[in-house]
């Protein structure tokens, strides 16, 4: 069964600071990793993802996130945090497409990031 | 482009009545998703359209829970008989699944239901 566990209800940064939120998994087969934000009443908003090659994968706003297959990990990362940044994370893996499925997303507990001035 | 919609925003409800809820994709998607995202917690999977039909409904939780998306588009959850555990966040999300299966969901603001 694919699972994800976020292990930190929240993390406390401050401004300027680099950030981790940590993202631990659990596939069968190939691992398709995504990470989303998501602000106060708005949805989800996608940031980055990982299907294949390099390890460190860009994304929107700054971030970036670390694939580790031997760890079964996707920390998401930013250098220099900004107090914009504060909102709710969500790690998430896709199950396998297979034909005809479009593969939905199991998603984390979620981590709630909070930069400070 | 316009993105994922939602109506309504909100949707308070009694005990045992029936709602609905609809989901207006990004135009041209043919994968659409419903999640449901009770407080303190990630969004679960519902179910998942491609085109007209029901690929994967394999995350309802009971028989009260139906969703419809008969002309490929516009998508309706319906909750019959809701109970005060339906409360939640209802998300709708849709993908182009155009070429590659890895394509990112985009999701809508949701619809905020409570059962009273």
């Known amino acids: 069964a694919q699972s994800v566990a976020q292990p930190e209800d929240q993390v406390n940064v401050a401004e300027g600071n680099p950030l981790t939120v940590k993202c631990t998994y659990s596939?069968?087969?190939?691992?398709?990793l995504f990470w989303y934000v998501q602000y106060p009443n708005r949805g989800l908003q996608f940031l980055l993802k990982y299907i294949t090659g390099d390890n460190l994968v860009k994304g929107s706003y700054g971030f970036e996130a670390e694939f580790n297959k031997s760890q079964t990990s996707f920390h998401l990362k930013k250098p220099s945090a900004l107090v914009s940044d504060s909102a709710l994370y969500f790690c998430?893996?896709?199950?396998?497409?297979?034909?005809?499925?479009?593969?939905?997303?199991?998603f984390g507990q979620g981590t709630e990031l909070s930069v400070k001035p | 482009g316009a993105g994922v919609s939602q109506t309504p925003s909100n949707k308070v409800t009694e005990k045992g009545k029936y709602v609905e809820l609809r989901c207006d994709p990004i135009?041209?998607?043919?994968?659409l998703y419903w999640y449901r995202q009770s407080l303190g917690q990630g969004p679960e999977f519902l179910i998942y359209?491609?085109?007209?039909?029901?690929?994967?409904d394999s995350g309802l939780p009971n028989d009260r829970f139906f969703a419809v998306r008969p002309e490929g588009s516009v998508s309706t959850l319906k909750i019959q008989r809701t109970e005060r555990g339906d409360s939640a966040v209802y998300l709708c999300?849709?993908?182009?699944?155009?070429?590659?299966?890895?394509?990112?969901?985009?999701f809508g603001p949701g619809t905020r239901l409570t059962v009273l």
């Open positions: 135009s041209g998607h043919t994968a």
């Open positions: 998430a893996v896709r199950v396998p497409p297979i034909y005809n499925q479009g593969g939905k997303l199991i």
């Open positions: 596939v069968s087969g190939n691992p398709y």
């Open positions: 359209f491609q085109g007209t039909g029901a690929a994967d």
């Open positions: 999300a849709s993908s182009t699944n155009r070429g590659s299966s890895y394509n990112e969901q985009f």
